[in-house]
């Protein structure tokens, strides 16, 4: 087994939009949940879809999709809401499909600081490579600010 | 011993011996000669020394101590009840807070020392006429002193005194009893010490009552003593019999009893035990000494209470979160089941509604909080205001027991502290001024609760000047917050509002207290922000009145579901005024604005799907349906596409990330296990 989990490995739950493939720090899960009724808010910014109710608990939900400005999409069997905790506050956001769990290596991560400058990089962590495929890690606290 | 697990209960305590210190010391204030209260104030101030050397607090301990001293004095007649003296009481319990918040907070006391508070104390004790006596007594104790030290071989003998221990023992001569001090040695060689003297404290049980013992009987008992030790007892029985019956015990070595006089003075050392001393003395030779004993029994006495648990806020909102799932799907049930519903499933959702409701009912009973939590500092703050700003005001309370939900408490200390200090320093005048306009120079400020439907109002009322709607006007336009004509067409109502307007003030100066013009808009915040309303009724020249309106509860309300397009939304039942159905054209434009009339009042029109930004499609109907809101007196029409009923809802935070939205109070699940929102009836007007 070539694969040990040494102190190094950081865990990403991989999860797709479109064609691309990209991760969140396992910590930061609370749960992945099949797709609910969303009720929508009014006068909330366009990435925020609304709100669900998970349990008796009431948790808006993102887009992802019009936060990274891609076209909407279809819902479909594998569409999940991955609820994360952001300061003790859980948000729900939504991905196209959720592929697997995967072991990073801190070799494997790419810093992107020196790529580029552009501000909207500032939510991403870096890029995980694994074979030939190309993860973009998310840093979930950045993305959503309260 | 690790502390910190009390450290919570110690805080609690520590703030409601404080108020009831505040509380007493007014009421001593007004009554110097009340015995009664003089007794109560020294039992918390001795409770409060207590608890906090017990906690490691010296400082606390010290000053409590101090205090103690000056009551003590107080208690004896030594020193009289004056303003001076009240103020720096007052004084010291600033600074007992003080301390108690930097417990709160860094849960140590911090540094500060209150020197110069310690010293008034010990300035009045000094300036006190009794000194002569003082010094006499004194003097007994240094002679008594050469006494003891002559039986200094039995170490324990030197059993001292506290003022209750003199009081018991005078007491007990009083009715002809015997008071005796006993001093046991055991043989050296006595193997089970404890045993011996539990078989000994038995025995003293039999024909006297003990009430001292040195070490303590837990102590002795734990067999935490050396061979000897020393009691002492009140008995109808004289000294003989003691000794012929602890001869019998085996393994006691040596018996010293002595016979204790109502005057004698046991190794007393410290000033306020020499007091005590000379208080009881007096007892005994004084015509009546019934105000002794019933010093004596208050102190026995345990404070009442009744039997109550501490809970943590957090874990009642479990407890009620839980409750409103239970409701949720209570209502689930009611709807499901269909048409074929047999009747004992009828008869099950009936009784699960009326437990359901009972429950409801019960958490929210729990969570409910007497006003007077909040009230009882209002007294003391009217004072030290009045005492500041020189006018002469009483503030009446009434309606202390009317009971708010804690959250809500929790915040409306705050609104209050600021319309109470605008009542004092705005409204009302100088005594002069009062005068001259024929008002007794007192000047009176009301505070009231009451509860009335599912509102509680809190009212603070003031016989002073009244608001001159004029000047607001006229600021008002000064201000350029609106032009002339518009202005002069206001009514009286609409002018008051600027009042509530940020950064909005009358007064001519500025004050330590008010008129920087960041009060009542900030009262308007909060209160609205508890889902209440403020109003202000006033005359000029009589006073005025600012009513504050508030829910029962926050967490559970009736609702009335409506339909706007596809949308579900829930508007509190509490502000809808009536539903209306009307033809569109009875909807007519002014300035732009839509309006309906209703009983002759123009109403102004609310589109919800417009508002609330609902897709949906334009269809003509013949009769379109309105829900009249209000807010205060202000009323609303809200059009809405039609009417699902009323039910009861629990209300859900949106969380941080929505929070800033105005429109929405907040959300709720229904029946179906979907979300619907709730209406912020308030911003929508």
Redesign the interface.
């Known amino acids: 087994m070539e694969e040990i989990i040494n102190e190094k490995t950081k865990q990403f739950i991989v999860f797709k939009l479109g064609k691309e493939e990209y991760g969140i720090d396992i910590q930061k899960i609370t749960t992945i949940e099949q797709m609910k009724?969303i009720?929508?808010?009014?006068?909330?910014p366009v990435f925020?879809k609304g709100?669900?109710?998970l349990r008796?608990?009431?948790?808006?939900i993102m887009d992802l999709r019009s936060k990274f400005n891609l076209p909407e999409a279809e819902e479909t069997e594998d569409t999940r809401i991955i609820i994360v905790n952001i300061?003790e506050?859980?948000?729900g956001i939504i991905v196209d499909a959720v592929a697997e769990v995967l072991s990073l290596t801190e070799e494997a991560i790419e810093n992107l600081n020196n790529l580029s400058t552009d501000l909207s990089m500032e939510f991403i962590l870096g890029v995980g490579k694994v074979d030939d495929r190309i993860i973009t890690l998310l840093n979930i606290e950045k993305l959503?600010t309260? | 011993m690790d502390m910190s697990q009390y450290l919570e209960i110690f805080i609690e305590e520590t703030k409601e011996h404080l108020q009831s210190l505040n509380q007493c010391l007014l009421q001593l204030e007004q009554n110097p000669n009340e015995t009664g209260v003089l007794n109560e104030i020294f039992r918390v101030a001795h409770t409060l020394k207590g608890m906090s050397a017990t906690m490691g607090y010296s400082k606390m301990a010290k000053l409590t101590h101090d205090m103690e001293n000056v009551l003590h004095a107080l208690r004896s007649n030594e020193i009289k009840v004056s303003t001076k003296l009240i103020d720096i009481l007052f004084k010291c319990l600033d600074a007992l807070e003080t301390y108690l918040n930097s417990i709160i907070n860094t849960s140590g006391e911090g540094n500060k020392e209150y020197t110069e508070i310690i010293e008034a104390l010990n300035n009045i004790l000094k300036n006190n006429p009794v000194d002569e006596i003082e010094k006499k007594e004194k003097q007994q104790i240094e002679n008594k002193s050469e006494v003891i030290a002559v039986d200094s071989v039995h170490h324990t003998a030197n059993l001292q005194l506290d003022q209750y221990d003199q009081n018991v023992i005078n007491k007990a001569i009083e009715m002809g009893m015997n008071a005796l001090k006993i001093t046991l040695v055991l043989n050296k060689g006595c193997v089970l010490k404890s045993a011996r003297a539990f078989i000994i404290f038995q025995t003293l049980e039999r024909y006297s009552e003990i009430i001292k013992a040195d070490p303590k009987v837990e102590d002795i008992e734990d067999e935490k003593f050396d061979y000897e030790f020393t009691v002492l007892i009140v008995s109808k029985e004289n000294s003989d019999l003691f000794l012929k019956e602890l001869n019998q015990i085996a393994e006691v070595e040596e018996i010293i009893i002595k016979q204790l006089q109502s005057k004698t003075i046991e190794g007393a050392e410290a000033k306020t035990e020499v007091k005590a001393q000379e208080n009881s003395t007096k007892s005994i030779s004084d015509v009546s000494p019934v105000e002794e004993k019933d010093q004596t029994a208050s102190t026995v006495k345990k404070p009442k209470t009744g039997k109550t648990v501490r809970v943590d806020i957090d874990r009642l909102d479990i407890l009620m979160?839980l409750v409103?799932?239970l409701i949720?799907t209570k209502t689930r049930l009611e709807g499901s089941g269909g048409t074929d519903r047999s009747q004992t499933y009828t008869e099950a959702i009936e009784y699960l509604e009326r437990i359901t409701t009972n429950l409801n009912d019960a958490v929210m009973k729990v969570r409910m909080v007497p006003v007077e939590t909040v009230f009882n500092r209002f007294p003391r703050m009217i004072r030290d205001i009045s005492k500041d700003i020189g006018k002469e005001i009483v503030l009446t309370m009434s309606g202390e027991e009317t009971e708010l939900d804690r959250t809500v408490i929790d915040e409306i200390g705050d609104p209050l502290i600021h319309l109470l200090r605008n009542a004092a320093d705005h409204g009302i005048e100088p005594a002069d001024k009062r005068k001259a306009s024929g008002k007794s120079e007192i000047g009176h400020i009301y505070l009231r609760a009451y509860q009335s439907g599912n509102n509680v109002l809190i009212e603070v009322e003031e016989d002073g000047q009244g608001i001159n709607v004029e000047s607001v006007r006229k600021k008002a336009i000064e201000r350029g917050l609106i032009n002339k004509e518009i202005a002069h067409n206001l009514s009286q109502k609409d002018v008051i509002d600027f009042l509530f307007r940020p950064s909005f003030s009358t007064a001519e100066k500025i004050t330590d207290l008010s008129g920087r013009g960041v009060g009542l808009d900030v009262v308007k915040t909060k209160i609205e922000a508890l889902g209440g309303t403020v109003e202000v009724e006033t005359e000029l020249g009589k006073g005025s009145r600012f009513i504050i309106k508030l829910p029962l509860t926050l967490a559970i309300i009736q609702a009335l579901l409506v339909n706007v397009g596809e949308?579900k939304y829930a508007i509190p039942l509490s502000s809808i005024q009536s539903i209306e159905k009307i033809s569109p054209d009875e909807i007519k434009l002014v300035q732009k604005q839509e309006v309906m009339l209703l009983r002759k009042s123009v109403v102004p029109i609310v589109r919800l799907d417009k508002?609330?930004?609902?897709k949906k499609e334009e269809k003509q109907s013949k009769l379109t349906t309105v829900v009249i809101v209000k807010k205060g007196e202000r009323l609303s029409g809200f059009v809405v596409d039609s009417l699902i009923g009323q039910q009861e809802i629990v209300i859900?935070?949106?969380?941080?990330?929505?929070s800033s939205?105005?429109?929405?109070a907040g959300?709720t699940?229904l029946g179906d296990?979907?979300?619907?929102?709730i209406l912020d009836v308030n911003s929508l007007i």
């Open positions: 009724t009720t929508r808010v009014p006068k909330i925020i709100v669900i109710n008796g608990e009431i948790i808006p300061e506050e859980p948000v959503i309260l | 979160n409103g799932e949720i949308e508002i609330l930004d609902v859900k935070s949106l969380g941080k990330l929505l939205i105005k429109s929405i959300a699940i296990g979907n979300v619907a929102l």
